[in-house]
């Protein structure tokens, strides 16, 4: 899930800023197309098993990804954070969560809650190819984000993220002419 902006960004035309290579979807806001349907029906059956039940940490999961898959960011975070009060060590609702934070224009709060995911799986590539997308666009932080998008190549070189990874480094590197792995982006720190 936590994926689909690097999805949507890597298939469409990129703007060029003065310092990096800004996704539009990342700037316009949600790309409306591919919001699905909002099944309210679903969601008040979650929220009556999530109020019965404080321990129920799959009724929050389940409403959290409803609301995040609708692009309902700001109503996917409570139910995140709440699951996350009952089991602290699910890495993919952690790093979902940090999604939901850089989309209701929160980056650093973003960057702290993968960090917490990777202080949970340090292996886990979805959470750094986020944390590079976060410090790329979020911080216009480049170093930070080659160093992410590199670690997902190192430790998950066939996966669909180390793809995107690479990806990645290849459009920053031809923007800024430079070759980016293992070497820093010029005009950065």
Known sequence: VSIMAWIIWSARPVQVSPSVVVPSTLTSGQDTAAVPVFDENRAAD???????????????????????????FDQAIPWYEQALAVAPNDVDVSTDLGVSYYYMQQPGRAVAQFERSLEVDPMHAKTYLNLGIVRAFGLQDLNGALTAWERVIEIAPDSVEAIAAQDALDRIGSVHGSKTNGATVSGQS
Do not use: M, Q, T
């Not at 389940?62 to 609708?70: R, T």
């Open 46 to 72: 979650l929220r009556i098993l999530a109020e019965n039940n404080s321990k129920d940490v799959e009724s929050r999961v389940a409403l959290g990804k409803l609301y995040f898959d609708a692009h309902r």
